[in-house]
Each structure stands twice: as C-alpha cells, then as structure tokens.
C-alpha cells in the first residue's frame, strides 16, 4: 500500500460510545496530522504528532484523544461524542521540519455521524 | 494570525476552457508557503501545486498553475483546459509561523459543464 490509509470511511456511533479512527502512513514522513472538516467551515487542525512530540489545538474537547505510538501510525479515540462532532475526519502526513514544499499528504477521511 | 479567503463559493466552467479561483492571504511571517488541493466528493485531499514566499517564478504543474502576486497578498489557482473530472472542491491553504501551522481557506466548488 501507498500514501495514508484511514478506516473506517464510514462510522455510526451513539453518544455513549467510544470508538477510535486509524491511520497509516506508507510515505516515510514524520509528521502525522488530526483535520476535522465541517460543512462550509476550513479545516480544522486538532492534533499534530511529529518527532514523538504531541501539538494540539487547545479548542478541542478532551473527548478527542490522540494516540501515536510510531511515526507510521495515529489513532483518534472518541468518547461520549456529540451531535456536532458528526463531521469528515481527515488524517494528513508530512516530512517536517522541512523545507516550505513539504505539503500534507491526505487519507480519504473517515465520515463520522453522533446520532 | 495567519488567514486564507477564498470568495467564490461555486463557480463554473465550460469544459476545455480556463479557469481561475481566487485565494487571498493574511501573515506577518516572511517566509511561508502556499498550496493548493483538489477534494472530489470521495473525500480525499488531493496536494495539486506548491508557492514558496520566496520563488520568484509562479509555480505550474501540468495544466495548473499558480499566479502569485506576493505585494497583494494573493495566489490564484489557474486550470487551464478544463476537464469534466476537475468538478470538485478546491482549497488554498498556507503554511507559516511553523512547520505544523497549515491554514486551509474554506475552499470553491468548481463545475465543469460539458
């Protein structure tokens, strides 16, 4: 396999339970980044994982938690989520620190709905 | 604090014709980077074209290329001979103040009509 991996692309859950979002990464890169993608809003950055050192966005719940146990892998775990965390959830890689042309590389998302 | 604009929602383009989406940009850095990506409605970010701060030539990839014009702040994305496949949204984005710091504009959904 190439490029980054996400699954599942799809995912139901109730607000009581707890699931994780997986990510893989084939390119080699050091970076791995969390993007959540609501309706008619920008990407937003949740986490980034890079040289083992964990940068988040201190506007993200604590019920988003972030696991990155090598440089080819990231996890997303939810708990009791709510009905607006229903978004595409994007996992992107890079090699960083870089030069300025290191852009992020995307998996296809996972599409997560809290019903 | 870093920002991307992008003020066309939706635009349309009759196929084999060019087209240009708009991105304007707001930082303080002096070196920064610009990108641009590609999302069909599968979902997945597609990396389409890169503008360093300091290139002085526009950057082209195939049949896109960036028109970059550092004194007002914009890089515009142009397609030229449009095809059917590139009815998709498309992104700016802009990398500054660190390495991690990728701002996305909130992106234009182009239409290729045939």
């Known amino acids: 396999e190439t490029g980054v991996t996400q699954t599942p692309r799809h995912l139901v859950m109730g607000m009581t339970n707890k699931k994780s979002l997986k990510c893989e990464q084939h390119?080699?890169?050091?970076?791995m980044y969390w993007y959540k993608q609501s309706a008619k809003k920008p990407l937003e950055l949740m986490f980034v994982?890079?040289?083992?050192?964990?940068?988040e966005n201190n506007s993200v719940p604590s019920r988003f938690s972030p696991e990155c146990p090598n440089s080819s892998h990231l996890f997303l775990h939810l708990h009791t989520l709510q009905p607006e965390d229903s978004a595409l959830y994007l996992c992107?890689?890079?090699?960083?620190?870089?030069?300025?042309?290191?852009?992020?590389?995307f998996g296809n998302g996972t599409r997560l709905t809290v019903t | 604090a870093q920002k991307i604009t992008q003020t066309q929602p939706g635009m349309f383009v009759q196929e084999k014709e060019a087209v240009t989406l708009d991105c304007t940009y707001d930082?303080?850095?002096?070196?920064?980077?610009l990108f641009w990506y590609k999302q069909p409605s599968s979902g997945e970010m597609i990396f389409l074209i890169y503008?360093?701060?300091?290139?002085?030539q526009n950057a082209t990839e195939g049949r896109y290329s960036l028109n970059f014009q550092k004194a007002r702040k914009s890089a515009n994305l142009v397609i030229s001979a449009s095809q059917l496949g590139d009815s998709a949204m498309y992104f700016c984005?802009?990398?500054?103040?660190?390495?991690?710091?990728?701002?996305f504009g909130t992106g234009t959904k182009l239409q290729v009509i045939p």
């Open positions: 390119l080699g890169h050091n970076a």
């Open positions: 984005a802009m990398r500054s103040g660190g390495y991690q710091k990728v701002t």
């Open positions: 930082t303080s850095d002096q070196s920064y980077g």
């Open positions: 994982y890079s040289l083992e050192e964990r940068v």
């Open positions: 503008q360093g701060s300091y290139d002085e």
């Open positions: 992107a890689s890079s090699q960083a620190p870089g030069p300025g042309d290191s852009p992020l590389h």
